[in-house]
């Protein structure tokens, strides 16, 4: 039998599919992340199973334990709090284990706070990138917001919402104009779109809040992509460096004068 990978909801219990369910209540063994929480979605159904936590803390241990298992042809359903297991959820390991050692996989698909998100934004685009969890240190955030500057679709981040104002603040810093979407509790009683530039919604949401958080950043300018100018300025720096200012300072000062984001003229001349 394959192990199946179950999508979740993300907040509304009514928000699994017929296939899922089906596959739970016929799996040997449901693995999820929290028991408590899979029984309450599992008993809002009608569905029984037998729950075994499998976690990011137990993840290595539970996969050594499960593989023989597998591969003698148990029936294991895979599941997560929310959404889709081993999307910044635990669940890759052992779907790579598993594939590894000859035992197909198949997915199950259903809610997804990413798309559900960027459909809710509006600022959906040809394209756009998932970015996981936002960076905790504030100049690896900056870094990431430099990045993006240069980024001209949409970007979608899943944020800690103890976090949210500090990081909202940081990114202002840097694309204070972007138009943005703070989604929270999606899909739940108290669902909230807050939609805006990444200024006023650091000022919006300066306080913390409660619930599940994904942000996201709408598609940047047209010409945010590399244009004729970028290598000239790229030279600039390189000459300034060869001058003996310092490359940072330099990549600065040039970025100032051509509107080329600072990252990628700091790179381009290394």
Same mark, same amino acid.
């Given at each position: 039998m394959p192990l199946a990978?179950?999508?979740?909801?993300? +907040?509304?219990?009514?928000?699994?599919?017929?296939?899922?369910?089906?596959?739970?209540?016929?799996?040997?063994l449901v693995l999820c992340e929290d028991t408590r929480h899979t029984r309450k979605l599992l008993e809002r159904h009608g569905v029984r199973a037998r729950l075994v936590?499998?976690?990011?803390h137990n993840e290595a241990q539970r996969t050594g334990e499960l593989l023989p298992r597998l591969q003698a042809g148990e029936r294991v359903a895979l599941v997560s709090?929310? +959404?889709l297991p081993a999307i910044q959820d635990p669940g890759a390991r052992l779907v790579a284990a598993a594939l590894e050692a000859g035992v197909p996989v198949t997915v199950l698909p259903g809610p997804s706070a990413v798309e559900t998100a960027l459909v809710a934004s509006g600022l959906v685009a040809e394209r756009y990138q998932f970015l996981g969890y936002l960076p905790r240190g504030e100049r690896a955030l900056s870094a990431l917001a430099?990045?993006?500057?240069?980024?001209?679709?949409a970007a979608v981040a899943f944020e800690s919402p103890q976090r949210l104002g500090r990081s909202l603040r940081v990114l202002a810093g840097v694309i204070p104009e972007r138009p943005a979407a703070v989604c929270r509790e999606l899909t739940k009683r108290f669902e909230e779109v807050g939609r805006g530039s990444v200024a006023e919604l650091a000022e919006r949401f300066g306080e913390e809040v409660k619930g599940e958080v994904?942000?996201?950043?709408?598609?940047?300018?047209?010409?945010?992509?590399?244009?004729?100018?970028?290598?000239?300025?790229v030279a600039a720096v390189a000459e300034l460096v060869a001058a003996g200012v310092a490359r940072r300072q330099a990549a600065d000062v040039v970025a100032r004068l051509t509107g080329v984001p600072r990252n990628r003229l700091y790179r381009g001349s290394l």
């Open positions: 990978v179950c999508a979740t909801p993300i +907040g509304n219990l009514e928000d699994v599919t017929l296939r899922v369910l089906r596959e739970l209540a016929e799996a040997d936590s499998y976690h990011r709090d929310s +959404g430099e990045e993006l500057s240069a980024w001209p679709w994904t942000l996201v950043l709408g598609p940047g300018p047209a010409d945010a992509s590399p244009g004729d100018e970028e290598p000239a300025a």
